[in-house]
């Protein structure tokens, strides 16, 4: 019996050290509130992508932020991050900036202008491709090849 009790102890604690261990290297999230957000903070530092609906539960919309959740290192890594806006009753600066007509997706460059337009789910990987056309991403691109 008391060889067993060290042997319960370490399996009841052994797990949440690892994962505290585990949890010292948070994963960046991505997404960012948008009434919180002036695009302007953004400008040469992200690659903001906004997301527009009518209600949270707008089907799109839930495709939209499924697509994006499910590949956010990919976006992480091109400094996306995702702004989402969801009530039309009140005039955000971004809605009046863009004047969404219920769902619509916004990329913009790293310069704060508007690069793509769509009023349905886009694939994370048209994104990406979209993002690794861009002049300021493929100098970026050089420049990891170079320092590394």
């Known amino acids: 019996m ?6 319960v102890l370490v399996g009841l604690f052994g797990g949440s050290l690892v994962a505290a261990a585990s949890d010292d290297v948070p994963t ?22 906004v997301v527009f609906a009518d209600s949270p539960n707008d089907p ?15 976006l992480a890594e091109r400094d996306v991050v995702v702004l989402t806006d969801t009530d039309p009753s009140v ?16 990329l913009v ?13 886009w694939d994370v990987r048209e994104l990406t491709r979209t993002i690794d056309k861009m ?3 493929q100098r970026e691109i050089r420049e990891r090849r170079s320092d590394g």
Request: glycine fraction near 6%; charge should be positive.
């Open 60 to 74: 799109n919309f839930r495709q939209q932020i499924d697509f994006l959740e499910a590949r956010a290192e990919e």
């Open 2 to 7: 008391k060889h067993v009790l060290p042997i």
């Open 91 to 106: 005039d955000s600066a971004l809605r009046v900036k863009f004047r969404p007509r219920g769902f619509m997706l916004v």
């Open 109 to 121: 460059g790293k310069d704060g202008g508007v690069k793509l337009r769509k009023p349905f789910p």
């Open 28 to 49: 960046p999230s991505i997404f960012i509130a948008a009434d919180a957000a002036d695009l302007s903070e953004f400008v040469w530092e992200k690659r903001p992508i």
């Open 135 to 137: 002049p300021i991403r």
